[in-house]
């Protein structure tokens, strides 16, 4: 056993360049695993941002229901008639949008997500929106997203250094006419793949904006809350066997499942990134079999050799996946290494919350291992088949 790994390790030094190759092509795709996996969870987390921070028990949505940024409204009369029923001790709505946000600094205007809420019902778990909750009880002040892209202009910055609120301008979709505001706080909520940059404001303050988008009975999301020690599957049971079907209900979890699952296989994103994470791994499998491969043929007389005295095909199997492994951890190492760098600097560039996760790095290193090894089992074929009396 001593004298296995020697020589796996003497076969593979033996030819540093080639070795070389073999770790940076590894390494390689262990950077495109991160990468995807990164993008992957950054997609979710940045999509479901907004219903994490929901506070609530049971969340009531148009039956059309797709996504928080596809807005399908329902009659807020539905929300109201869930008052009704044993184990419901309150009921909140929201209203969501998209708006043209004018850049104060350029005149430029980008798309920014709106949320309405009743101020006296705060639904938002997020210390930095209570804190200003009563700030937005004022008719036409919002509360603007420090974290939104950089394309919406420093108004964040402004408001720490300055500390006084700014006038803003707001455009509705349908309309040429903007709406003025003011800032009077800040949040952290941050951009998804879907939504650039956030907007809080109370009902009222929403419903301005919006003159001519809707109805003002309609709203995008009814937040429920149970009383204490009420049984959410069974409020939630007795609710849509009672509501109409214009309407469904989601637990908290469910809710934000349903977001996520909507992301991963109805998105042309979604499976641009599992597509890639395929092919990452396939062109992995490529690499490593060319230079195994390579490497058995190089050492083909040696291999032959070793037959010839007695050792078992088993013996140089072994010796071959040996091989695999090392290539694999030292591929690992590098490639972890520069994709947290990539991780930051993408971060940073996108603001999309991409993180390395401890879930992440065991991922891909037992992927890493495991494609080492199946490119070892397709290149002993030649192994095996090796005759001592062919070769010599």
């Known amino acids: 056993m001593v004298f296995k790994i020697p ?15 073999a770790v940076a092509g590894i390494g390689f795709i262990v950077i495109l695993m991160f990468m995807q996996l990164g993008f992957q969870d950054a997609l979710y987390s940045s999509a479901t941002q907004v219903h ?33 029923f044993d184990g419901v001790e309150s009921v909140s709505p929201i209203y969501l949008g998209f708006a ?35 700030k937005i009880k004022v008719p036409d002040v919002v509360l603007f997203d420090r974290n939104s892209r950089p394309e919406f202009g420093p108004v964040a910055q402004k408001f720490v250094q300055e500390n006084t609120e700014q006038i803003l301008e707001i ?13 009077g706080g800040l949040f952290g909520l941050g951009p998804s793949f879907g939504v650039d940059g956030n907007l809080i404001v109370s009902d009222t303050t929403f419903l301005r904006i919006f003159p001519n988008s809707r109805p003002s009975e309609m709203i995008d999301v009814g937040v429920i809350s149970l009383q204490p020690g009420a049984n959410p599957q069974k409020v939630k049971a007795e609710l849509r066997s009672n509501l109409p079907d214009d309407v469904k209900l989601f637990t908290h979890q469910e809710f934000i499942d349903f977001e996520k699952e909507y992301w991963a296989t109805r998105t042309p994103i979604g499976f641009i990134l599992n597509l890639m994470l395929s092919m990452a791994s396939v062109v992995g499998i490529v690499i490593v079999y060319q230079i195994l491969y390579s490497n058995i043929s190089t050492q083909l007389v040696a291999y032959a050799t070793l037959k010839a005295i007695g050792y078992e095909n088993n013996y140089l199997l072994n010796v071959v996946f040996q091989q695999a492994f090392i290539l694999s951890v030292l591929g690992y190492i590098p490639g972890f290494f520069i994709s947290i760098f990539l991780y930051d600097f993408a971060m940073e560039a996108t603001k999309l919350p991409i993180m390395m996760s401890t879930q992440n790095a065991v991922i891909v290193f037992i992927s890493t291992i495991l494609m080492c090894m199946t490119s070892g089992a397709l290149a002993i074929n030649k192994l095996r088949s090796t005759d001592p009396a062919d070769i010599f």
Do not use: C, H
């Open 7 to 21: 020589l796996a390790w003497l076969q593979l030094v033996r030819n540093r360049i080639r070795s070389l190759v």
């Open 100 to 134: 043209k946000f004018k850049n104060p600094e350029n005149g430029e205007k980008y798309s920014i997500y709106v949320i309405g809420f009743e101020p006296g019902r705060p639904i938002m778990n997020m210390p930095e929106v209570e804190k200003n909750i009563d």
């Open 52 to 84: 994490r921070n929901l506070q609530g028990d049971l969340f009531l949505v148009s039956s059309q229901y797709k996504s928080l940024t596809a807005i399908q409204s329902f009659f807020r009369t539905r929300l109201y008639q869930a008052l009704g």
């Open 171 to 183: 455009f509705p979709f349908d309309s040429l006419r903007g709406y003025r505001v003011r800032v």
